[in-house]
């Protein structure tokens, strides 16, 4: 198994631009989660899903969108990029909610928008 | 509300040396769950245990080691004998009861730099 994988592993964005960060996992999770980590901060949820079709904000989802049409993927879209953006974003998933399944996370992908 | 606070934002040991890396939370739930996860300079986040509020016994998995006292809010975590493989940064979490469906909340985390 690859576990979680997340493409592109670094990218620059002009402010306003558009991106979708990738995200899939082979472990059959229903759930999935997108997090954003800014320097010497904790990690914060922006989205999660609970299993295809369903998606769910988390606590900073302004500025960005999901969609879960498979159990597979999870892509984050950022529409108008802006400086504020800038962060190492990470993927992860469990097999059920809450704590009895620790989350797996992605390599993550660091975005700078300038 | 819930909160988890790393006051050690940098740690340097030399290596061999033991380091303690602290943890102290905030929740109003009776049942709530507590991790660390470790992430390398390769960027990935590693999970390293979950503990549950009803269960204080400090655990040892190798050179790690986790002290969970529920009358000081704590879940401190010590690694003996410290290596340069080591260096990371290592977040604590906090978990509210698997019927709330509630998501983790992070800590700040520490960065831990063993020097050889």
């Known amino acids: 198994n690859a576990g979680v994988t997340q493409t592109p592993k670094f990218r620059i964005l002009k402010i306003g631009q558009s991106m979708t960060l990738q995200c899939t996992q082979d472990m059959n999770h229903n759930y999935m989660y997108w997090y954003r980590q800014d320097p010497g901060m904790g990690l914060k949820l922006i989205y999660y899903?609970?299993?295809?079709?369903?998606?769910d904000k988390g606590e900073v989802p302004n500025g960005y969108n999901v969609s879960r049409s498979t159990t597979e993927d999870f892509p984050l879209r950022l529409e108008l990029a802006a400086p504020s953006q800038t962060s190492v974003y990470f993927c992860?998933?469990?097999?059920?909610?809450?704590?009895?399944?620790?989350?797996?996370f992605g390599p993550g992908t660091r975005l700078l928008v300038l | 509300a819930q909160k988890v606070t790393q006051a050690q934002t940098e740690i340097s040991v030399v290596e061999k040396e033991d380091v303690t890396l602290d943890c102290v939370y905030e929740?109003?739930?009776?049942?709530?769950?507590l991790f660390w996860y470790k992430q390398p300079p390769s960027g990935e986040l590693v999970f390293l245990i979950r503990r549950n509020s009803f269960d204080e016994q400090n655990e040892i998995s190798g050179r790690y080691s986790w002290n969970f006292q529920k009358s000081t809010s704590s879940f401190n975590f010590t690694i003996t004998a410290s290596q340069v493989v080591d260096s990371a940064v290592y977040f604590c979490?906090?978990?509210?009861?698997?019927?709330?469906?509630?998501?983790?909340?992070f800590g700040k985390g520490t960065r831990l730099h063993i020097l050889p």
């Open positions: 929740t109003r739930d009776t049942t709530y769950y």
């Open positions: 979490a906090l978990s509210g009861p698997i019927s709330r469906d509630d998501k983790i909340i």
């Open positions: 992860a998933s469990s097999s059920t909610s809450g704590p009895l399944a620790p989350q797996y």
């Open positions: 899903s609970v299993g295809a079709g369903i998606t």
